[in-house]
């Protein structure tokens, strides 16, 4: 029959409370997390939607990390509208605000705040958006693009070359 001597006894003991202590090591830098994700100094990541009369986005590969607030700039210097669509991302944020700006001589300031959950964004001539969110999720995606359809060719600007990737790590 097995019999524990109570040297064994004790180190089992000794081991025990170690993992106890690392188990509650874990648990308070989980509980005791960063506060609110959303009031960071933003990180500025500008995209142009359309370059000159080229369909495309630029730059069209996009990198985020999970926790940091960013501010994403859409600028359309172009001369037709576009979209910024990427439901892999929208679906990996949290949005804080979307904010529409609009273009004086003392510079941009917004016209309107828009709150709540966004699954894309489209983008007028001449005009910009900011998109200011917390990635949550990482991923891999290939899924940008803009589903405007280009009147001459009769294809959309996605087929056109309008797309992107975006890897939030
Ligand atoms: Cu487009």
Not at 60 to 80: A, P, Q, R, W
Request: glycine share 8%.
């Amino acid at each position: 029959m097995f019999r524990q001597n109570p040297g064994q006894s004790a180190s089992i003991k000794a081991i025990y409370s170690w993992f106890m202590l690392l188990g509650m090591m874990i648990i308070s830098s989980v509980v005791s997390a960063e506060g609110d994700l959303t009031r960071q100094e933003p990180i500025e990541v500008e995209v142009q939607l359309g370059v000159g009369n080229a369909h495309k986005f630029s730059p069209s590969h996009l990198e985020f990390e999970t926790g940091k607030l960013y501010k994403l700039v859409l600028i359309n210097n172009s001369d037709v509208k576009h979209y910024f669509t990427s439901y892999g991302l929208a679906k990996r944020v949290f949005s804080r605000k979307v904010q529409v700006m609009k273009q004086s001589d003392e510079g941009y300031s917004r016209t309107a705040e828009i709150k709540g959950d966004i699954s894309e964004i489209e983008v007028f001539p001449g005009h910009r958006v900011e998109w200011w969110f917390v990635p949550v999720q990482t991923g891999q995606l290939n899924d940008l693009h803009c589903h405007v359809d280009d009147k001459a060719s009769a294809m959309t600007h996605a087929e056109l070359g309008m797309t992107g990737t975006i890897h939030i790590r």
